[in-house]
């Protein structure tokens, strides 16, 4: 066999026993019948499963099934709608726990394989390669999501929650979308993001964030304006767009502008930014540092709690 056919199948296998199916079920005419599924993986000793929100939303009842076809009922501990993520526990054996990779080591073009149920058709393995890093999705309830990877891994309804992964067997994505009508785009929210929405999850049942309202891009600095301006980064965040009514609307950051800095820290990445908006002491007015053509400006803006 050759060695590119084999380093899949040696991925896949260090992971496979952590993939789930996850059926869900919901009153109907006064039975309780499958209303869909989709996929998770488990990635703790003690059972617990990351999914997609809209996998599990307003289910009564969820069932996971193992690889080894044990089906056992699962808890919901949490959910957050905003990034499309969900934490779901299981009190079983059988299973192994993936490995959390570290998504802020990935490049584009690197080679990634998804694992799920796509159409109920219990782990299927597709492969692809990362199309770009550093995108925002509007989740399904219209929400902005930052830090997604798109790749061209094709995903089919029922992948929704399972692990994207690269060829160590590591999880750096959790799958959750494609866009309808397009061919080769398909999107995970990256794995340090999920991280830090799951540690939430698990301890509160819920998540704080603030929010900005900017639709932001990761991209490499100029090195001309890296060197004039002595910039410790080597990426800032573009602003692609604003929202009407946002905190970045009310503020003097315009579209086109270089995120540079953020709460008087430099923000190379989505996940940089992310973390200082999970902090409850990051509402009240906050330093940012932009690029706006070649001139670098500070400017305040005051982050708000998101609410659905």
Known sequence: MDS???????????IKNSVVKIDVYKTTNGKLRAAGSGSGFIFSSDGLI???????NDAEKIMVSLLNENEIEA????KDPDTDLAILKIYADGYSTSKLGDSEQLQIGQFVIAIGNPLGYQHTVTTGVVSALGRTLRSQNGMLVDN?????AALNPGN???????TEGEVV????????GANGLSFSVDINTAKEIGSQLVKNGKVFKAYLGF?????????????HYHLPNEKALFVVSIEENSPGS???IKAGDLIISFNNKPVNTLNQLFKELTKKEILTMIDISVVRHTELLNVGIFPVERTR
């Open 4 to 14: 590119f056919s084999q380093m899949i199948i040696d991925a896949v296998g260090s």
């Open 75 to 78: 808890t919901l501990l949490g």
């Open 148 to 152: 997604v990877i798109q790749s061209d």
């Open 160 to 166: 929704s929650g399972g692990p994207l992964i690269n």
């Open 173 to 180: 994505g959790v799958n959750t979308a494609i866009i309808q």
């Open 50 to 56: 990351f999914t997609n929100c809209h996998v599990i």
């Open 215 to 227: 639709q932001l891009q990761e991209v490499t600095i100029n090195p001309k304006v890296k060197r």
């Open 250 to 252: 009310r503020s003097q």
